[in-house]
């Protein structure tokens, strides 16, 4: 007697759990039955990154790579399942090395970007890197592994949080990832990963107050109703190589911040 197959419905990451989307909508990717995140999805994972935001920008920069380290080792822990769900074991390898490479920088960057400025005046001058908030991430369609790793840790490094929608044809590497992400000891809600419809998704991140930035890298064609969206409330929009790699990423997702102190009496 032949085997039914059975697929597995593969679910949303928002806040540190794994919900179905509220509309109870699903499409095929892959071969698999993936959710597809509605409206409503996108509110509650804005919502999820705003709650989450508090607990990771408050840890110091020296914790926050210390974690980060820690989701490369539940990444390796993975690898073999990871790599036949991505394009194979090199994009797997690549991504680790590149959530490794993200985590050297965490305690890093405020000496970099920051420091004391001379003035021509009687002042101390300091300049101090500050995360943006909450930033909304539209992955690349490929690499879908290496392409949102890559997306996702030059804002996270800052101490932002993210909520990214994955590959849309390729979206299961990113559901796996959620799950290295869920006992990496990063706060729920620090990472939201949606799976659906990009074209569906994009606007209403775009146009979401309570979103400070948002990366279009994974758009395809046009950004710029994206950008009168944005402009909203004055959202940054970022737009870079879809698996680039330097700290002025980093920087990208930084507010920086001047303090002028008077010396003397």
């Known amino acids: 007697m032949a085997r039914l197959s059975v697929?597995?419905?593969?679910?949303?990451?928002i806040g540190g759990a794994f919900p179905r989307s509220e509309s109870g909508r699903t499409y095929e990717a892959e071969g698999q039955n993936v959710a597809r995140a509605s409206r409503k999805d996108a509110r509650d994972a804005v919502r999820a990154a705003r709650s989450g935001f508090a607990s990771w920008s408050g840890m110091t920069a020296y914790n926050r790579g210390q974690v980060l380290y820690r989701l490369a080792?539940?990444?390796e822990a993975r690898a073999a399942n990871l790599a036949e769900l991505a394009s194979g074991k090199k994009e797997v390898e690549a991504a680790i090395d590149r959530v490794v490479w993200y985590a050297g920088w965490a305690d890093k960057v405020p000496q970099i970007l920051g420091g004391s400025n001379p003035v021509a005046g009687p002042y101390f001058n300091f300049t101090v890197p500050e995360p943006t908030g909450v930033v909304a991430v539209l992955a690349p369609r490929e690499p879908a592994l290496l392409g949102l790793v890559s997306r996702i840790m030059p804002p996270l490094v800052g101490g932002n949080a993210v909520v990214a929608?994955?590959?849309?044809?390729?979206?299961?590497?990113?559901?796996?990832l959620a799950e290295a992400l869920a006992t990496s000891d990063l706060p729920g809600g620090a990472v939201n990963i949606l799976t659906g419809f990009g074209d569906e998704l994009a606007p209403w991140?775009?146009?979401?107050?309570?979103?400070?930035?948002?990366d279009v890298t994974g758009v395809e064609g046009s950004h710029v109703e994206l950008e009168k969206l944005a402009a909203e409330n004055v959202k940054r929009v970022i737009r870079s190589i879809p698996d680039a790699q330097s700290p002025w990423e980093i920087?990208?997702?930084?507010?920086?911040?001047?303090?002028?102190h008077p010396i003397g009496p």
């Open 251 to 260: 920087e990208s997702f930084l507010e920086l911040k001047t303090v002028w």
């Open 7 to 13: 697929k597995k419905t593969y679910k949303l990451y």
């Open 165 to 176: 929608v994955a590959s849309e044809v390729h979206p299961l590497a990113a559901v796996d």
């Open 205 to 214: 991140l775009a146009g979401h107050m309570d979103v400070n930035a948002i």
């Open 73 to 75: 080792e539940m990444m």
